[in-house]
Each structure stands twice: as structure tokens, then as C-alpha cells.
């Protein structure tokens, strides 16, 4: 869904708002809305009806503009509301012509600064959606906004939700006569660090969260994109399409059949370990650089700093997972976007965020040079961005025993974010709150081949909302559930089998048969 947002190779802040494409209560009395649903259904309420309602009023410290949008081809009409709360928090609630009762919170992308766009299929379903601009208006690829306002940067790092959420049920609530039944939040990347950030720190807030893609480990991360774009401005490390193309090949030539099926996706990421997809045999004879059919030394670097675990001191949650290699790197929402810039290392996302964050955030000097800043040399720094950015913290036990459900998303070849750090924080929120809670609250799903938040070779649309809702509402806790992907057209080309975490997609039809390997009965959900 948001993913859609995220296509590669769009500005490089649309995706970071993709670090979403990406794609995110209250209030009263502090416990979760009890309020019946009786209310709302009969409760006639159309978007004309809600406009009129809201306009010109001053709710929760906001004073509310509205503006009905007319429906077209994708989206449903609805009464766009807008309101600011001082200094800069900027929001909008679209209320859909016909409510289904519910919120849904849509998180943002990047270092924000912009409204997160309309999110189809939930005002499809008749939520009330609800986004903010995290707390100051500016390029997503950017935290200059930080530098001088340490109280934008609370905005963004953890204050918007839960204060947007407060005027956002107030206002709910005052269009329709009732407050939400249910309230939900979802969001990639960024977003997806807000969606954990409010479990772990607002456990009442929302009965749902869908976290995908998590930026969660902000220090460790930003500090693993410093790492790896040192490599690659070292002599000899620039890498190029051609060379990316080569490691590409090399790793699927290796990985891809080992789950079944040669179709451009390494599905069992567990069985291709360092040793089968050996990438130092392209090391070029004497190490150094002969042309696009080896790597040299410093390019072997770079795929050795992309790899491994990058671990800073200070804090046992200063680190990030090494990145998978996984045969898709040659993606054009990969490797290239993200980290090696196709021999121009300044234009990859990675890059891009570490350079402003070490500008804005830590060394608080817009002219330090990141590639000359050591991440551990100010420990204060990293605090003060932990303590700002990071969601951490594995003990949610508030949030399970309040009754929430947790699903959490990433996709396997994302370039962005590890999906090993996502799995590392469920492997730890799991110990901390044991087996049985983990189990009946939270989901883990990892989608083969599927880029930063969307987009990629694999199928990556997947209906998390409606299996939250239904595990929410009905206590349908959900299981195998199904991928699709779908061509510029919106038609459905590809189905595969979304598995719980550590399970893959296992290929298990008919051999040579192109159809069936389209077809998600064809596969079986396997243990690595
Ligand atoms: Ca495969």
C-alpha cells in the first residue's frame, strides 16, 4: 500500500518519506476507547456533513479548516481537516463519507517535514485517517530542522504521535458524535520507528500497530550508513552499476534456487550464508581494480562494512545487523539507491542521512564532514540521539497486557534498513516478554525480494491492516498470509505465500512450469 509511494529511483525524499513510501491515541483517561460501535452505525454522517461540522472550530488547541474532496478513480470522497498545533505541528484528519467506526494513523517517512500523503486503502475501508508533518515543514532527506529547535526535534523524534493523537480523537469524536472504536497505526521506515516508538512508549495508545521496514535503531543505523560510506570513499571503493550488476549475478547464481526455484528471489536467505555465496571469489587477481568482471580490494570492503554487524559503544543498542546479500542488489531500488550511488556515493540514501544527521544532529555543526566524524568519538551526542530517535526498548508487556497486537513487517532484499536489525529487536523484544506473550501479540513476516518498504523483485502488497483489524476485533490471530504483486496496471502478476518469521516460502509445484510458479499454492511455508 504505501509501499506504492516508495517506487525507487523517485526522489530520494519521496522515498525516505518512504524511508516510507512509505508510509503510522488518547486521550481520555488513558486507557484505550471503550466506546461502542453502536453509536457510530447510527450515526449518519457524511463528509459534507463532517466538514460542516468541524469548520472554523478550535478543538484540542487547534483551530480546524476543512475542505470536502471529491471522490476520483482511487479515493473515496472525504472532509479533509486541518489544523496546526503551536508552534509547527501541522495535521490532517480525513474523515471518509462513511465511517467505519475506526482510526488509522499513518506514520511518515525520512527526517519528515511533510504531510503524509493519503493512504488509500484504509479511507477505502472507511477509516478516519489521520497524519501529521512530525512537527516542522522541510525536505525529508534533512534534520537541519534540528539543530536549533531541540523541541522539533522531540516532535519528531517521539512527541507528534501521541499529541496529534489527543486533538486527532477530540475532533474524531466531535464529527461523529462517538470517539473511534478502534484505533490502529501503521507506518514504514521512519514510520515504522514511530509505530514501535508508540508501543513502547505509549502502550495505551493504539489497540494496533503495523510496523514495517522500522528505522528503530537510529544510532546503530546511521552509524552503519557512516561506516559504509567511508568504505566507498576510499581509494578504489567507488562502486559502480556494472559492479553491482556482477555481485548481483554472483549471489543469485549461488542463493536463488535454494528455495525451490530459480525465479530472480533468494526465498531461503538462511541457506545462502557467506561461505555458499563466497563473493570473494570475484576478488580481482592481485586486488586491484581490473574492470567490471571482479572487485578490488576496497570494493570488497565495501560489501564486507554492507554485511556485517556494525556495533558502537556506549550501548548494547547502538548497533545494526549486517545486510543480507541477496541477489537484487542490481534492483533499481537497491543497491544503488541506497548505498553506492552507481559510483557516486554522495547520491545514495545512505550517505544523504548519516551526512545531516552527523551535520544537525550530533556534531551540531553544518559544516562537519561526516566521512571525517567518528561515531563513538561523542558519546553525549549518541545519547542525546538515542534518547531522541531510538525505539529500543524490547520490555513491552504494557502494551501486550493492554490487549495490543503487533505486526511487524520488513522486506527481505531492503537496502534501506536490515531486515536482520528488525529480526534482532523481535528475537529480543521476544526474551523479554516471553515466549507465550510474544506469540499471542505479535507477528514477524519477512517478504522475499521486496526493496524498502515496497517495490522489488518480489511480491510485495500484502493487506496488514485487514489482518490486524480482524485479530483486533475478532481474535483471528493471523498466520500464513498471501503477497501479490502487481504490474503499472494494477493487475495481479505474482502470488506468494507471506510466512511467519524464521518460515520461507519453500517452492514445492510442478517443475518447469512458469504458471504454477506465479501461483502462491505452489509453495509451502518451510523452516530454513
Ligand atoms: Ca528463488
Redesign the pocket.
Known amino acids: 500500500m504505501i509501499a506504492e509511494k516508495l517506487q525507487p529511483r523517485v526522489a530520494h525524499a519521496v522515498t525516505l518519506a518512504a524511508m516510507t513510501a512509505s508510509l503510522v491515541m488518547s486521550a481520555c483517561g488513558g486507557s484505550r476507547q471503550a466506546a461502542t460501535r453502536s453509536g457510530a452505525n447510527s450515526t449518519v454522517v457524511n463528509a459534507q456533513t463532517a466538514c460542516a461540522t468541524l469548520s472554523g472550530k478550535s478543538i484540542g488547541g487547534a483551530t480546524l479548516t476543512t475542505a470536502v474532496i471529491p471522490a476520483n478513480e482511487t479515493t473515496p470522497m472525504y472532509c479533509k481537516v486541518s489544523g496546526t498545533l503551536a508552534p509547527a505541528l501541522n495535521f490532517e484528519i480525513r474523515l471518509p463519507d462513511k465511517w467505519n467506526g475506526k482510526l488509522y494513523y499513518a506514520g511518515g517517512g525520512g527526517y519528515d517535514g511533510a504531510m503524509t500523503e493519503v493512504v488509500v486503502p484504509p479511507l477505502v475501508h472507511g477509516y478516519a485517517e489521520v497524519v501529521s508533518d512530525s512537527g516542522h515543514q522541510g525536505d525529508g532527506m534533512s534534520a537541519a530542522f534540528a539543530l536549533n529547535d531541540t523541541f522539533a526535534a522531540q516532535l519528531f523524534g517521539s512527541l507528534s504521535v501521541p499529541t496529534v493523537m489527543s486533538t486527532a480523537l477530540k475532533t474524531v469524536t466531535a464529527a461523529y458524535g462517538v470517539p473511534p472504536a478502534k484505533s490502529y497505526f501503521e507506518g514504514c521506515s521512519n514510520g515504522g520507528r514511530e509505530a514501535l516508538m508508540a508501543v513502547q512508549r505509549n502502550p495505551n495508545l493504539f489497540d494496533g500497530v503495523i510496523a514495517r521496514s522500522p528505522g528503530y535503531n537510529w544510532v546503530g543505523f546511521m552509524g552503519a550508513f557512516n561506516r559504509t560510506a567511508k568504505a566507498l570513499a576510499a581509494p578504489g571503493g567507488a562502486f559502480s552499476a556494472a559492479k553491482t550488476a556482477l555481485l548481483a549475478k554472483h549471489v543469485r547464481d549461488a542463493c ?2 535454494l ?1 525451490g ?7 531461503n536467505p538462511a541457506a545462502c550464508t557467506a561461505k555458499v555465496a563466497n563473493v570473494t571469489a570475484l576478488r580481482c587477481a592481485g586486488g586491484a581494480d581490473t574492470g567490471d568482471t571482479c572487485l578490488s580490494d576496497a570494493q570488497l570492503a565495501v560489501v564486507k562494512s554492507w554485511t556485517t554487524d556494525a556495533v558502537f559503544t556506549g550501548s548494547n543498542t547502538f548497533r545494526s545487523k549486517g545486510y543480507n546479500l541477496t541477489g537484487n542488489e542490481d534492483d533499481p531500488g537497491g543497491f544503488g539507491l541506497w548505498v553506492s550511488g552507481d559510483g557516486e556515493f554522495r547520491k545514495a540514501g545512505q550517505y544523504m542521512f548519516q551526512d545531516t544527521s552527523v551535520k544537525y544532529v550530533l556534531a551540531r555543526d553544518p559544516n562537519a564532514d561526516s566521512l571525517k566524524y567518528t561515531w563513538d568519538k561523542n558519546q553525549s551526542a549518541l545519547y542525546s540521539m538515542a534518547a531522541l530517535n531510538d525505539a529500543t526498548q524490547a520490555d513491552i508487556r504494557a502494551f501486550i497486557q493492554a490487549g495490543g497486537k503487533l505486526i511487524v513487517w520488513h522486506g527481505g532484499s531492503d537496502m534501506a534498513l536490515s531486515v536482520n536489525s528488525t529480526i534482532e529487536y523481535m528475537i529480543n523484544m521476544e526474551k523479554s516478554v516471553g515466549a507465550e506473550n510474544a506469540a499471542a501479540s505479535t507477528r514477524l513476516y519477512v517478504a522475499p525480494g521486496v526493496n524498502h518498504c515496497g517495490g522489488g523483485a518480489g511480491p510485495d502488497r500484502t493487506d496488514l491492516l485487514t489482518a490486524l483489524d480482524q485479530w483486533v476485533t475478532k481474535g483471528i490471530a493471523p498466520s500464513t498470509l498471501t503477497a501479490e504483486k502487481l504490474d503499472a496496471n494494477g493487475a495481479v502478476t505474482r502470488t506468494l505465500p507471506l510466512c511467519r518469521y524464521p518460515q520461507f516460502p519453500k517452492y514445492t509445484g510442478p517443475a518447469n512450469d512458469a504458471a504454477a510458479a506465479k501461483v502462491a499454492t505452489s509453495y509451502t511455508c518451510a523452516s530454513p
Open positions: 536463488d534456487g528455495d526455484i530459480v525465479d530472480g528471489v533468494v526465498s
